[in-house]
């Protein structure tokens, strides 16, 4: 018997969910991830390899998952799924090193300080307090992770 869509969908959810905390801290490459910000070819260079791990350690979970769960997963719906988990990873890790940033260069910084998290004289809640930026991303890709989910359990 296959898992409802439903039920497909909210396991792929919660695995996807814990397989991101996983592999974007465990999983991470310490050099990738001191590096994954910076401007130029080496900052692209590890945030790519970050986010081409993370993206295998995602999809190895969810193919075991699939396996072992008969979550009845399409092929074609998990490459889409993945391909929006990778993109928006990358958007969001392009961030790191810059969340203090008056000035915002990177789309998740110009959307928190469009927000209201962040201003131009470095009085807003992302220059002031250490852990908002890492909180901004992380909840950017849990709600990325759960269109993701819907995709590949559709």
Known sequence: MTASRAARTAAVAVITDHVHTW????????????????????????????????TAHLAAALIAANQLLDLNIRPKRLAAGLA????????????????KDTQPSTFLVRLAHKLGKGDEHGKGWVQNDPTAGPHLDQAWHRACHLLAAAVIAR
């Open 23 to 54: 592999a974007d801290y465990w999983g991470q490459r310490d050099t990738d991830a001191q590096t994954k910000g910076l401007p130029g070819n080496k900052g692209r260079a590890a945030c790519a390899r970050h986010v081409a791990n993370h």
């Open 84 to 99: 929006i988990a990778a993109a928006t990873h990358y958007i969001a890790d392009r961030s790191g090193g810059h969340w």
